[in-house]
């Protein structure tokens, strides 16, 4: 590698690389001295060679290569620095048939590429790597043709391997978790073996299962948050029928962990109670379920409603059970707000109200 007179002041700075671009004989290619080059390549040398961001470019139909600092420290002994100035087909004809396509693409005029956590293999320091990565292939115009291909990436290795580790673990979570949940339904049927017990088994083994199934619905999104329509809609689903009896509306909304679990308990404890006593006994109840916010003398608030209609007259309960008490003390502390059970012959209604900011910034 010769070395030249400085150039012109698009090739200043840059770092290590930059001192190696000015270096470099480039009259030994086929771009010919810098002084030459298309003004769209010097401009993007000169903003590739000054970003921290990694950054490469392949140019012209041998694909000659240039790359900045950022990108260098991407590579091992094996490509750095006998890249800079090498065509691209050789250089990486390892992962040629993976990279290969998407730089035809730009080339031909067919637009830019977008790749997000994409496996693309990296020999470096004797042996090849599984490495991820989320970058993008722009064309570089050159007289209103594509002159060559800017590359902008980011090594995502770390994060793609950090979200592998979780999934494996909240896997291993639900397997626990189930399993608890097998022997405690296995427990329940031994304690509740005679045959008077066996209503209080069912009612026990169906809130066993309405847990089970919001904690399918959170490992999903790792235990950090849910759809409220997607709580709603999981938490229904042993009730439903083709009947559609059920009507849900309400705006993107999403809950936390914590919320999601005690509405999905509290919906079984509903439905379970419309199938025997409400709007579900009878083939004409409805039951309709929404949420939105609105304005109270405090300011916006959340607002969830279930309200069923068309089934027998209600009238208040003479005592409050384990499943009422859930429903009103477990959502009133999870979302801290006020749950309000209404008994009007007409239909129970439950109304959840809380300020929004319970729902925009919800404890996990």
Same mark, same amino acid.
């Given at each position: 590698?010769?070395? /030249?007179? $400085?150039?012109?002041?698009?090739?200043?700075?840059?770092?290590?690389?930059?001192?190696?671009?000015?270096?470099?004989?480039?009259?030994?290619?086929?771009?010919?001295?810098? !002084?030459?080059?298309?003004?769209?390549?010097?401009?993007?040398?000169?903003?590739?060679?000054?970003?921290?961001?990694?950054?490469?470019?392949?140019?012209?139909?041998?694909?000659?290569?240039? #790359?900045?600092?950022?990108?260098? !420290?991407?590579?091992? $002994?094996?490509?750095?620095?006998?890249?800079?100035?090498?065509?691209?087909?050789?250089?990486?004809?390892?992962?040629?048939?993976?990279?290969?396509?998407?730089?035809?693409?730009?080339?031909?005029?067919?637009?830019?590429?977008?790749? /997000?956590?994409?496996?693309?293999?990296?020999?470096? @320091?004797?042996?090849?790597?599984?490495?991820?990565?989320? #970058?993008?292939?722009?064309?570089?115009?050159?007289?209103?043709? /594509?002159?060559?291909?800017?590359?902008?990436?980011?090594?995502?290795?770390?994060?793609?391997?950090?979200?592998?580790?979780?999934?494996?673990?909240? @896997?291993?979570?639900? @397997?626990?978790?189930?399993?608890?949940?097998?022997?405690?339904?296995?427990?329940?049927?031994?304690?509740?073996?005679?045959?008077?017990?066996?209503?209080?088994?069912?009612? #026990?083994?169906?809130?066993?299962?309405?847990?089970?199934?919001? @904690?399918?619905?959170?490992?999903?999104?790792?235990?950090? !948050?849910?759809?409220?329509?997607?709580?709603?809609?999981?938490?229904?689903?042993?009730?439903?029928?083709?009947?559609?009896?059920?009507?849900?509306?309400?705006?993107?909304?999403?809950?936390?962990?914590?919320?999601?679990?005690?509405?999905?308990?509290?919906?079984?404890?509903?439905?379970?109670?419309?199938?025997?006593?409400?709007?579900?006994?009878? $083939?004409?109840?409805?039951?309709?379920?929404?949420?939105?916010?609105?304005?109270?003398?405090?300011?916006?608030?959340?607002?969830?409603?279930?309200? !069923?209609?068309?089934?027998?007259?209600?009238?208040?309960?003479?005592?409050?059970?384990?499943?009422?008490?859930?429903?009103?003390?477990?959502?009133?502390?999870?979302?801290?707000?006020? /749950?309000?059970?209404? #008994?009007?012959?007409?239909?129970?209604?439950?109304?959840?109200?809380?300020?929004?900011?319970?729902?925009?910034?919800?404890?996990?």
């Amino acid at each position: 590698m010769g070395r /030249v007179e $400085p150039v012109s002041d698009f090739l200043a700075g840059g770092g290590e690389m930059g001192d190696l671009t000015r270096a470099f004989d480039w009259s030994s290619t086929s771009l010919g001295s810098p !002084e030459t080059w298309p003004q769209s390549l010097r401009v993007t040398v000169r903003l590739v060679l000054n970003s921290r961001h990694p950054m490469f470019i392949w140019w012209g139909p041998e694909l000659i290569q240039f #790359y900045n600092d950022a990108y260098r !420290e991407t590579m091992g $002994p094996e490509m750095h620095p006998s890249a800079l100035g090498a065509g691209g087909r050789a250089c990486w004809d390892d992962i040629w048939d993976i990279i290969g396509p998407q730089i035809d693409y730009v080339m031909s005029g067919k637009g830019s590429t977008w790749n /997000v956590d994409q496996l693309v293999p990296i020999t470096r @320091h004797g042996r090849r790597e599984d490495v991820w990565w989320t #970058y993008s292939y722009g064309p570089i115009d050159l007289d209103g043709k /594509v002159g060559g291909v800017l590359v902008v990436c980011n090594d995502v290795t770390s994060e793609h391997r950090a979200r592998e580790a979780l999934d494996l673990a909240n @896997h291993e979570l639900q @397997h626990r978790v189930k399993n608890t949940l097998a022997v405690l339904s296995a427990v329940a049927a031994q304690t509740f073996r005679d045959t008077s017990s066996q209503s209080a088994l069912e009612i #026990y083994q169906g809130r066993l299962a309405a847990f089970g199934r919001a @904690h399918d619905l959170l490992t999903a999104s790792h235990w950090i !948050e849910a759809q409220l329509h997607e709580v709603v809609q999981t938490a229904l689903a042993p009730y439903r029928t083709d009947e559609g009896r059920f009507d849900i509306s309400g705006p993107a909304t999403i809950v936390r962990s914590r919320q999601a679990l005690s509405l999905s308990l509290a919906i079984h404890e509903l439905a379970t109670n419309a199938i025997k006593y409400g709007a579900l006994s009878g $083939p004409a109840g409805r039951i309709s379920i929404t949420w939105e916010t609105t304005e109270l003398d405090a300011g916006s608030h959340f607002v969830f409603t279930w309200q !069923e209609t068309g089934g027998p007259a209600v009238s208040c309960p003479s005592g409050t059970g384990f499943g009422s008490r859930l429903i009103t003390r477990v959502l009133k502390d999870d979302f801290n707000g006020t /749950v309000e059970l209404s #008994y009007k012959p007409a239909g129970l209604r439950c109304r959840l109200t809380t300020p929004i900011r319970n729902i925009e910034a919800a404890p996990g």
